[in-house]
């Protein structure tokens, strides 16, 4: 198994350990703008397929900025990998449940026509993503550059050695992200979780407690 490969699968068997062990831890605009795979803000500097990219873009037009980025498919439990480790990973569960093991478990790694017919950020389904994205030394500097509209950005915070965003995509969804602040050579890929509102619902980050984003956020905040 290679190392892109490793990535996804610990990503399927435990996205929860990137928002913390939150289960201990002390809406729509109309008329938004649609995103392009034109808009500058779709790829970064290190041309990395940017957080703004995965959850503005409807997947048909995901699917085709990546190709013209140069990732390519690898199959179901790597999703789309490009050079020096740079990759986009998507999964989401098949059951619902408040056992985060029996959650863990029901996961289920997206098909290749699934992403393309993925909604914006995976809609209302629970959806994860994994953005992978190479050229940075530090989790944070990963955020900051391959984020793509730093307008986006609500609100930020970190706990322990793991940076959260609170972003908003045009069309109004929220989103919760996070890198692990953790420096290298610049050589290897940094990975960008992503997490929507529904993914959130499901309880996966926070010990099985079903709770909405705002109250994540608020268990997040309170944290760092």
């Known amino acids: ?9 610990a990503f399927v068997a435990g996205a929860g350990a990137a ?3 939150l289960a201990g831890c002390s809406g729509g605009a109309g008329g938004a703008k649609a995103a392009s795979t034109a808009d500058a803000a779709c790829v970064d500097d290190n041309a990395n397929v940017t957080v703004y990219a995965a959850i503005n873009l409807g997947g048909a037009d995901l699917v085709r900025l990546l190709k013209h980025q140069n990732y390519e498919w690898q199959g179901e439990n790597v999703g789309y990998g490009a050079v020096d480790d740079a990759g986009f ?3 989401t569960f098949s059951k619902v449940s408040d ?3 029996e959650l863990a478990n029901s996961a289920i790694p997206l ?8 909604e914006p950020g995976g809609g209302d389904d629970s959806v994860a993503i994994l953005l992978s994205v190479a050229g940075y030394t530090t989790g944070d500097r990963a955020l900051a550059g391959a984020i793509g509209d730093a307008a986006m950005v609500q609100e930020k915070c970190t706990v322990d050695d793991s940076a959260y ?9 929220r989103y919760v992200i996070s890198a692990y602040d953790t420096e290298d050579d610049g050589d290897s890929a940094h990975d960008i979780y992503i997490y929507n509102e529904a993914f959130i619902r499901t309880g996966y980050l926070s010990g099985g407690d079903q709770i909405d984003i705002d109250e994540l956020w608020s268990r997040l905040a309170n944290a760092s």
Do not use: Q
């Open 1 to 9: 198994m290679n190392e892109m490969t490793m990535s996804r699968a």
């Open 19 to 21: 928002a913390c062990t």
């Open 89 to 91: 990973f998507a999964f």
């Open 99 to 101: 056992d985060v093991d």
């Open 111 to 118: 098909s290749e026509s699934e992403y393309e017919e993925l």
């Open 165 to 173: 965003w609170l972003v908003r995509a045009l069309d109004g969804s």
